[in-house]
């Protein structure tokens, strides 16, 4: 078909608009692979595009969506033939080029990686660039030598889709988990992911001490700020903090105590252009560790129509783990 549905953010004098429009092929940007969109998601970074509450998209008229999975359709990339199954994370995708949230794309081939074997298109985007990047998370931690038998890990954030999966696969490799929400409603939640204890928001939200209790081996941190701070005030000696979200700010007010006192170290971890055996790794353990059964309780399923309003329940915060998106309905 010549004609496709899509999510599109415009902007003029007036200000930002955001509709779903009905496109033509011939619109889409330039790129060696053509993709027939399967599902998309909503993560923190498409819901402030969409919103408009900080400027993401560099240029207008913008698609949002920062994953997809689908089939190609054409290809004149040497890895990718019509007929592959693909996944895409991150690359500036819905913020410099146009991204998951239409029923077609077209791509750089480099970006693209195969959808495993293991996940439906649906599956994959239920863990998205949110349990990608909580797989990178994992990684890094482990890769820094963090082990169970070290002490507890926290992750922060706990309800969101970087939490959820971190817990999940946190669990998974023999970690006990302490769970970090503002949400108590959903320590049940938080506890079937594996979670053993739960930790008041409120605990770590304000400006603490520079060192404080040794509690944590390690950390997976996706909220930045005071949050960051005292959680690595928190950390015990030689422990490791990886840090890879913002969504209390992205200021740091930290002193350098728990780094040149404790030995503590600070892993940043990006997802956006993270390279391509990171990626690979971080998929491998997703399809290895990650249940089904937990993926089913962290996803729900919204359509193309319904994504423009969940983008703005997402930036309250009253979602829960993962929204994935149907964009051919």
């Not at 240029?59 to 994953?67: E, L, T, W």
């Not at 693909?86 to 990686?113: M, S, Y």
Request: aromatic share 6%.
């Amino acid at each position: 078909m010549s004609k496709f549905s899509a999510v599109v953010i415009e902007k003029d004098e007036a200000g930002q608009s955001v509709s779903i429009q009905s496109r033509d092929i011939a619109d889409l940007p330039e790129g060696d692979v053509a993709i027939e969109v399967d599902y998309s998601t909503l993560n923190f970074k498409d819901a402030l595009a969409i919103t408009g509450s900080s400027p993401v998209v560099r240029s207008f008229p913008m698609v949002p969506g920062i994953d997809l999975a689908g089939t190609v359709t054409e290809s004149s990339h040497a890895q990718w033939s019509a007929g592959d199954k693909v996944v895409l994370n991150g690359w500036g995708v819905g913020e410099k080029h146009w991204g998951g949230l239409a029923q077609r794309a077209r791509l750089n081939g480099d970006w693209l990686i195969p959808l495993p074997s293991e996940f439906t298109s649906r599956q994959a985007m239920a863990i998205g660039t949110a349990g990608y990047t909580a797989s990178l998370c994992v990684d890094a931690l482990l890769g820094a030598g963090v082990r169970p038998e070290l002490g507890e890990v926290l992750v922060t954030g706990a309800t969101g889709g970087v939490g959820s999966v971190a817990i999940a696969l946190l669990t998974k490799a023999g970690f006990s988990v302490a769970a970090s929400t503002g949400k108590t409603s959903e320590s049940a939640y938080l506890e079937s992911l594996g979670a053993t204890t739960i930790v008041d928001r409120g605990e770590l939200a304000e400006k603490g001490k520079p060192l404080q209790k040794e509690r944590w081996a390690g950390v997976v941190d996706t909220v930045g700020s005071h949050t960051l701070a005292n959680a690595c005030a928190q950390t015990r000696y030689g422990g490791y903090v990886a840090a890879c979200g913002l969504a209390q700010g992205m200021d740091f007010p930290s002193s350098v105590a728990p780094f040149i006192l404790r030995g503590v170290s600070l892993l940043g971890v990006d997802s956006v252009m993270a390279p391509r055996p990171a990626r690979i790794t971080a998929w491998e353990r997703l399809a290895r560790d990650l249940d089904p059964v937990a993926l089913e309780s962290i996803a729900h399923e919204i359509s193309l129509e319904e994504s423009v309003a969940a983008a703005g329940r997402l930036m309250d915060g009253s979602v829960r783990g993962r929204i994935v998106v149907d964009v051919n309905r």
